[in-house]
């Protein structure tokens, strides 16, 4: 079902009723209270139902953001401000209920690093964190820093190279910076202490980094290196030492013996990256409804439509986030183009209730 036998859609008419009684409420007594009779019920469960049959039909995909899915919901709700009544919005001297916008849009490919010849896959065996647009093959020498406390960086010769460190208790973010301010290249953060672990933090984070990333603004290129974070299984092949050897060298240096940290030999790997970014267009759908006493003011009607689109072959149809906001929306608009022909200004009411 796309939503259980519409339970949703008498909340929502219940509150939207409620919401134009408040409007309406301040004209009352100068208006036929059968004219305002007529506008209240003119929202009703029957075109709720109707109009979120289609917006969460699967027919529309999820309606995620440049998909075409979404395209479909565009031109529903475009026909639906025509059918109502709301004027369009005039942009660049063209009358429209579009309002289009770029959107960049960045997806990670494959990630692998090699280490002697042995091939170890992003969402599979590492998880690879900065997506930046990128398509990069790089061999690089990775220096052992333990626990990447800012003492470690002065005895290691770090600078424009890698670095792996052991996970935190309290996380690896403040780690991170700290070597970023060293002037190293590329982070290799070692986590939990069994495969195990890491495919728990993949499972946990696999939507967000295999899903597209959507901005405003185009990426800028990746000045501050990537991050990586790995199995002390990987670890090991990389610096061709047991994990406990790792930790317990890391241990000493909070000691002040950072010979142990030197002892570690440095470790070479090799990692290839494909992320791109592309350009895509998507849109915004408003009209809106001049006041009567004063047409320079506006009731501007908009909403959030999209969605999440698909995730493999399940639809996520958005009934509820947004599909059910969305639909109100429409009939308020519906209801406000008739209090607007029966004489109420709903700019004067709207500025009542703002006060």
């Known amino acids: 079902m796309l939503f259980r036998k519409f339970k949703i859609l008498r909340l929502i008419k219940n509150f939207y009723i409620v919401s134009l009684l408040f409007l309406v409420v301040y004209l009352a007594k100068a208006q036929d209270e059968t004219a305002i009779d007529m506008v209240v019920e003119s929202i009703t469960e029957d075109d709720l139902k109707n109009h979120l049959a289609i917006i969460a039909h699967d027919s529309l995909e999820g309606r995620e953001t440049g998909q075409e899915g979404l395209r479909k919901a565009a031109q529903y709700l475009r026909s639906q401000f025509e059918r109502i009544g709301l004027d369009p919005v005039n942009i660049r001297g063209k009358d429209t209920y579009y309002q289009s916008f770029p959107l960049y849009h ?7 690093i090699s280490v002697d010849e042995n091939a170890y896959k992003n ?10 647009p990128q398509t990069s093959d790089e061999n690089i020498d990775v220096v052992f820093v333990g626990h990447s406390n800012t003492e470690d960086y002065k005895k290691l010769n770090c600078k424009n190279r890698g670095v792996a460190m052991l996970n935190s208790e309290d996380g690896w973010r403040n780690k991170v910076k700290i070597a970023r301010e060293a002037g190293v290249k590329d982070i290799f953060i070692i986590y939990g202490d069994t495969e195990e672990d890491i495919d728990i933090l993949i499972s946990q984070y696999r939507d967000f980094y295999q899903s597209s990333s959507l901005k405003l603004d185009r990426t800028m290129t990746n000045n501050e290196g990537n991050l990586f974070i790995i199995t002390p299984d990987l670890a090991e092949k990389i610096f061709n030492r047991p994990i406990q050897m790792l930790k317990s060298a890391a241990d000493k240096s909070l000691k002040n013996k950072y010979r142990s940290l030197k002892k570690i030999p440095v470790g070479n790997l090799s990692y290839s990256i494909e992320c791109m970014e592309d350009e895509i267009y998507t849109e915004n759908i408003l009209g809106f409804i001049r006041g009567i006493e004063k047409p320079e003011e506006v009731v501007v009607i908009s909403a959030h439509y999209d969605h999440i689109g698909r995730r493999g072959d399940e639809i996520y149809n958005g009934a509820d986030d947004n599909g059910s906001g969305t639909v109100a929306v429409l009939e308020l608009a519906e209801a406000y183009t008739i209090a607007k022909k029966m004489g109420i200004d ?3 009411v709207d500025a009542k209730n703002r006060r």
């Not at 960045?106 to 692998?112: A, S, T």
């Open 346 to 348: 709903t700019t004067l």
């Open 106 to 112: 960045k997806k990670c490919g494959d990630v692998l």
């Open 123 to 132: 969402m599979e065996d590492m998880l690879y964190v900065n997506n930046a």
